[in-house]
């Protein structure tokens, strides 16, 4: 049972990734507890750290951490200089209040800060963080070309597009830092406005050059080639795939929202349905094959199942008990850290032992000493 080697023939899907950080982040969005959002968010970062390879999109989830301070940082700041709808009694400061003209009742800028105020903007602070900590272990642990690879044959133009799009730029960046490199070993300046003009000149001459080999390359492949289906394919295919994505929109939302978990999941499972028998139906106008897919196995199964049981097991915490997961700031009480859901949260680990390891670097030996 121990998760073999990553490697290309038993890579795991990148869909799972997806859909595992998907449950982590619906279970976030269901609890203000800040004590059950950082085990998401160290749930989360365990996983990255143990699965992520040497890629350059595995860096993104510091990123997506330091962008989570930033929003934490500019609610609480918000909630002090335009108040808070939460009523409090624990003043910290007063600040100078803006008089604002009566077509502005309900908003105000400056005046009492309370601890209860900003205690509320710091727990909602935290869980926008967790639910951004959580799409960035997605994107650490997901390749995104493979991921669009995966799409469906309807999306395959708008997929090759963004796959173009995304290598384009890594080329330029490695086009420009290479010429930068000769300039410096000819004796050439390679900064300022005369560096930056004459290393601009040979970039944009690679680039076209590459550009005009893809559409070569992608003529050659039959790209934009399509079959004939009739015209009532075709329009049952529009109309189950516009009305799906607007049941996955409604969905999610009531998923996300306070109370909306009722009606969310039927109405989510429903557009999903809808939306993957349109673009099953929108398929059969694509005549491209696709070499080595990736495949759904066992183990997708576990990782995108070990977040779906993360975020049912929250759901139904939030429902039975929700003081605990949303702990009062008025009156003033510490969180505490409720013992079922937190079980459920420790779920999420599963894809750290079930999913395949990452490929470890060769070890060197030490040179052999010379006598």
Not at 337 to 355: E, I, M, R
Request: glycine share 10%.
């Amino acid at each position: 049972m121990r998760a073999p080697e990553a490697s290309r023939a038993n890579a795991l899907h990148a869909g799972a990734w997806w859909l595992w950080a998907l449950g982590l982040a619906t279970a976030a969005s269901r609890t203000t507890n800040p004590l059950l959002l950082a085990l998401l968010a160290a749930v989360a970062g365990y996983v990255v750290a143990a699965r992520r390879t040497d890629a350059p999109w595995s860096r993104s989830y510091g990123a997506f951490l330091k962008l989570g301070l930033l929003v934490i940082g500019i609610r609480v700041v918000f909630s002090v200089f335009l108040g808070s709808p939460i009523p409090g009694s624990h003043v910290l400061f007063t600040l100078p209040e803006v008089p604002l003209p009566d077509w502005a009742q309900g908003v105000r800028v400056g005046g009492r800060v309370t601890a209860e105020g900003v205690l509320f903007a710091l727990y909602d602070g935290v869980r926008l963080a967790v639910l951004l900590a959580c799409v960035g272990a997605a994107n650490a642990l997901a390749n995104p070309a493979r991921l669009l690879k995966s799409l469906p044959g309807a999306l395959y133009e708008a997929g090759v597009a963004v796959v173009v799009a995304m290598t384009f730029a890594p080329n330029l960046v490695a086009d420009v830092a290479r010429l930068r490199a000769a300039r410096r070993l000819r004796g050439r300046p390679d900064t300022g406005l005369r560096g930056l003009v004459q290393t601009a000149l040979p970039v944009l001459e690679g680039a076209l050059e590459r550009s005009v080999a893809l559409a070569a390359a992608m003529d050659a492949r039959g790209y934009g080639r399509t079959a004939r289906v009739p015209a009532a394919v075709r329009h049952t295919t529009t109309a189950l795939t516009l009305g799906g994505l607007l049941g996955v929109c409604a969905g999610t939302y009531g998923l996300l929202a306070a109370r909306g978990a009722g009606y969310g999941l039927p109405v989510l499972l429903a557009g999903l349905a809808a939306a993957m028998a349109g673009l099953w139906l929108g398929g059969r106008r694509s005549v491209r094959t696709r070499y080595r897919p990736d495949r759904w196995g066992v183990r997708a199964w576990l990782v995108a199942g070990s977040g779906a049981a993360v975020a049912g097991l929250v759901i139904a915490a939030a429902a039975a008990d929700p003081p605990a997961l949303h702990p009062s700031v008025v009156p003033l009480t510490p969180p505490s850290l409720p013992l079922w859901p937190a079980a459920a949260v420790l779920l999420g680990l599963l894809p750290a032992f079930a999913a395949p390891a990452p490929p470890r670097p060769p070890r060197t030996s030490p040179p052999e000493e010379k006598p």
